[in-house]
T-cell receptor
Framework: DPKIIQKPKYLVAVTGSEKILICEQY?????MYWYRQSAKKPLEFMFS???????DNQTASSRFQPQSSKKNHLDLQITALKPDDSATYFC?????????????FGEGTRLSVL | GEQVEQRPPHLSVREGDSAVIICTYT??????FFWYKQEPGAGLQLLMK???STEINEGQGFTVLLNKKDKQLSLNLTAAHPGDSAVYFC????????????WGSGTKLIIKP
């Protein structure tokens, strides 16, 4: 059974709309992350959270907002969607945000913006 | 900042042959290294993590070599089989980086029968 659940698996949106990508992990991890993968950039770090607090933000646009309502949740809200936002978004987690911690990844949400 | 160059971007080998993927990093403060495998339509699966104090690590059907002198990390798949077909990524963590990983650009490996 997958321990990092991302919903939905596929998502189609129209330009200008707003979507929320869901991520829940059942590994008891304290650090969670969002990554983006597209044809332009194979793997791009977006955000990291530790104990529900933002640690690092490498996303230039404020249209991307993580939301952590529970310790094991880190959702990603994307507003004013653009076609360039089309990508696969991966959620990941690790026990802690530490040196030797390797993030474990979910299956991804494939977003297409028309 | 740290740069990680991964090569080759594409690699095709016959079943039973070996395959080598190399990542070259620039920051001498790099000290944790990771290899991931991504099968089509799936997330990234951790293959191995390597620390600076270890040079050779062996997994199931592959070997990871860390050459600190040349700042190179390599993944060597021995006796490749069709299940090895995937995209492979290396990732490097440097000190004082807020635990951020710097990723290679990926290698698409195809195993031909």
């Amino acid at each position: 059974d997958p321990k990092i659940i991302q919903k939905p698996k596929y998502l189609v949106a129209v330009t200008g709309s707003e979507k929320i990508l869901i991520c829940e992990q059942y590994l008891g991890h304290n650090a969670m992350y969002w990554y983006r993968q597209s044809a332009k950039k194979p793997l791009e770090f977006m955000f990291s959270y530790s104990y529900q607090k933002l640690m690092d933000n490498q996303t230039a646009s404020s249209r991307f907002q993580p939301q952590s309502s529970k310790k094991n949740h880190l959702d990603l809200q994307i507003t004013a969607l653009k076609p360039d936002d089309s990508a696969t978004y991966f959620c990941a987690s690790s026990q802690e945000a530490g040196d030797n911690q390797a993030p474990l990844f979910g299956e991804g949400t494939r977003l297409s913006v028309l | 900042g740290e740069q990680v160059e991964q090569r080759p971007p594409h690699l095709s080998v016959r079943e039973g042959d070996s395959a080598v993927i190399i990542c070259t990093y620039t920051d001498p403060n790099s000290y944790y290294f990771f290899w991931y495998k991504q099968e089509p339509g799936a997330g990234l699966q951790l293959l191995m993590k390597v620390f600076s104090s270890t040079e050779i690590n062996e997994g199931q059907g592959f070997t990871v070599l860390l050459n600190k002198k040349d700042k190179q990390l390599s993944l060597n798949l021995t006796a490749a089989h069709p299940g090895d077909s995937a995209v492979y990524f290396c990732a490097v963590r440097i000190q004082d980086s807020n635990y951020q990983l710097i990723w290679g650009s990926g290698t698409k490996l195809i195993i031909k029968p």
